[in-house]
């Protein structure tokens, strides 16, 4: 089954500990992207990656890190989580052509507290 | 920057009625328009438009774009409480690929 798996599903945490949130795709898509969704703000980008070693930042990229060393994997560290980071976190991959994004299969979600 | 604003924030309406969401956007460089559903988590794909004037369309849902007057609808007819969930309109402005999400349209079907 053509998928985006992430993990954890739910995380509470302390502030100021380094988390990984973990995120993997098995369609061979080249795009992969980090949103969060917070109430009255929307989904937002994090970073997004166009291919393995080329990640850049998305509008919301502050306090968050990503690598793409492989091209399923596409994981989200928060090298030291604030209360402000607490939210709904979505991993997407989508696939490219002819400069059209074909739309996103995102995962199942990561809901973040920190405390 | 590219913008999306979806009208209603929160719809109520009763088992069978009929309902329209809305999605305006400001876009430099148009690429595409999609519809996505999110009920408990992940958003899900409905539909993806390029095209002025075609619609497209899936069991009791539609949608058509119109690229003068920028923007789109999205048509649910003889709706189920199933249909409850947020509806998302998302813009591909051409910059990196990114979609740009409206902020949604909370619709709440009741028996």
């Known amino acids: 089954e053509a998928q985006v798996t992430q993990n954890p599903r739910y995380l509470i945490t302390v502030t100021g500990k380094k988390l990984t949130v973990t995120c993997s795709q098995n369609?061979?898509?080249?795009?992969m992207s980090w949103y969060r969704q917070d109430p009255g703000l929307g989904l937002r980008q994090i970073y997004y990656s166009m291919n393995v070693e080329v990640t850049d930042k998305g509008d919301v990229p502050e306090g968050y890190k990503v690598s793409r060393k492989e091209k399923r994997n596409f994981p989200l560290i928060l090298e030291s989580p604030s209360p402000n980071q607490t939210s709904l976190y979505f991993c997407a991959s989508s696939f490219l052509r002819s400069g059209i994004n074909y739309g996103y299969t995102f995962g199942s979600g990561t809901r973040l507290t920190v405390v | 920057e590219d913008k999306v604003v979806q009208s209603p924030l929160s719809l109520v309406v009763h088992e069978g009625d009929t309902v329209t969401l809305n999605c305006s956007y400001e876009v430099t460089n148009f690429r595409s328009l999609l519809w996505y559903k999110q009920e408990k988590k992940a958003p899900t794909f409905l539909f993806m438009l390029?095209?002025?004037?075609i619609e497209k369309k899936s069991g009791r849902l539609s949608s058509i774009l119109d690229k003068k007057e920028l923007f789109s609808i999205l048509n649910i007819t003889a709706t189920q409480t199933g249909d409850s969930a947020i509806y998302l309109c998302a813009l591909d402005g051409g910059s990196n690929y990114k979609l740009t999400f409206g902020k949604g349209t909370l619709l709440t079907v009741n028996p």
């Open positions: 369609m061979n898509h080249e795009y």
């Open positions: 390029t095209s002025s004037g």
